[in-house]
Every structure is written in C-alpha cells, then in structure tokens.
C-alpha cells in the first residue's frame, strides 16, 4: 500500500436489475462470468439482485426444471423486490437471464407490470419443438430418441408442466416492454434461430432489437466479447430507463 486510496461514490438509483443464473450455474453466474458484468452494471448506476434457484448455489431443494418452474421462483423474487422498502426499484426492474434462465427470464417478466425490460442470452424459444429437435444434445441418445427423452424429462419434473408456458408465449403476450435478445453465432446447444424468432416475436408489441456474437459459441459472447457486450447491454438500459421509456412501460 502506498497510502494512496481510490474514492467510490455511491450512485443513488431506482433501476434495479435482477439476474436469473442457467442450469448447472449459480448466483455468481458461474460460466458466464456474470459477476464482472455486475460491476460493469453498478458502476454505471444500476442496483443488481442476485439468488440461487432451487436446487442450485446454496438454495435447499433439487433439481432445475429448465425454466418451468424458475419462473415462478423468479416472480417471487420479483414481488420481494418491488415489495420491499429497502430496495429501490423505483424506475422499474429489468431481468438479465441466461440460457435456461433466461427463458424463465421472459415467462416471468410478461406478468409483471414493474419489469419493464429483460435480457436475454441464449434462450430456447419453446422448450417442447427445442427438445423434440434438439433433445439429443442433451441426452448422447441417437435423435430418433428425442420423443422418448422429451416424454422422460416431463416425467421427472413430476407435478411442474414443463410445456404449459413457453418464452414464444411470454413475448407475444407482452405490451410495451423493451427486450434485447443476445445470441452466439457458433451456437450449438441452442441455436441463434431461437434468438431469432423471439425477437420477432417479441417486436409485435414491444421494442425489441437482437445481437448475434459473431464466432462465439453457447453463452460466450461476454466472454469473446467483454468489451462490446458490456457496451451493448449499457446503451439498451440506458435506452429503456429514459424517462419516456420507463413511463411508456409502466403505464
């Protein structure tokens, strides 16, 4: 220590951000380095929340249900923060979600009036089509196995439907929201067509915009792409916290 000292100033804010951590992940968005992308957002003003789904992190239970049920344990977080006086949200609340949760992300956020925007990296945009077409990602089973593997992951997940929402759902029902979906090029587990089609989607009623990382695979667009990430997630929010936007959003 050379006796010198750096000053940080607290930035007085209602605009919060939530974060909704992928499968086989955690608060600290482990694998998405989504603590550094937290410094990045408080530094420039925006308050970020941070949990462990069920199952996940230091949460009891088991279990992740690839979005179905996180995004009820989702909007109870959302209805703990805009309940609670010690949190300023104020502004509105955006949800900054990852793979599998960012899918719970955009379920969660269409019905709930103080989110008034979500981010999505590399969500699926119907999880039934994703797994009859892609199933075979996840289990190392031949593809023709996909409706079996399909049929077995609705039996595990017990009472939750796994099918009964989907993210294509979400975006279509939702009004005056603001939503950037981020997707990677090179993208072999969910494919940048999900992306894609969410937007899409989503631009029917709200305003939405799409980024895909060129060359970067499954959730590595931070991470191949630090600095321009950062700067696109930063222009979207600074682009829905205008004070039209959030008025328009929240009315």
């Known amino acids: ?45 925006y308050n970020v929340l941070t949990f462990d789904y069920s199952g996940s992190g230091k949460s009891a239970g088991s279990g992740y249900m690839l979005g179905a049920r996180e995004k009820n344990e989702l909007a109870q977080v959302i209805d703990f923060a805009h309940n609670n006086d010690t949190i300023d949200c104020s502004e509105g609340i955006t949800l900054f979600g990852w793979g599998y949760g960012a899918a719970s992300a955009l379920m969660a956020g269409a019905d709930k009036q103080c989110v008034v925007a979500v981010i999505s990296d590399s969500s699926y945009d119907d999880l039934d089509s994703y797994l009859s077409e892609h199933g075979d990602i996840w289990s190392s089973l031949p593809s023709w196995c996909n409706g079996l593997f399909k049929d077995l992951c609705s039996l595990l997940a017990g009472d939750t439907d796994l099918f009964e929402d989907s993210p294509l759902q979400a975006v279509r029902r939702s009004e005056g929201r603001h939503f950037l979906f981020i ?68 009315e």
């Not at 209602?14 to 603590?35: D, P, Q, T, W």
Request: net charge negative; aromatic share 8%; charged share 20%.
């Open 1 to 45: 220590d050379d006796g010198s000292s750096t000053e940080f100033s607290y930035i007085d804010s209602g605009k919060l951000v939530i974060f909704s951590h992928n499968y086989g992940s955690n608060r600290c968005g482990e694998g998405v380095n989504a603590m550094w992308i937290a410094e990045a957002l408080s530094h420039a003003g």
């Open 183 to 250: 997707h990677s090029s090179s993208d072999n587990i969910i494919p940048q067509s999900c992306g894609q089609a969410l937007s899409s989607a989503a631009a029917e009623n709200n305003e939405s915009d799409i980024w895909i990382a060129q060359g970067a695979e499954h959730l590595e667009a931070y991470i191949e792409q630090g600095e321009n990430y950062i700067s696109r997630v930063l222009d979207f929010l600074d682009d829905v916290y205008a004070p039209a936007s959030v008025q328009t959003a929240q």
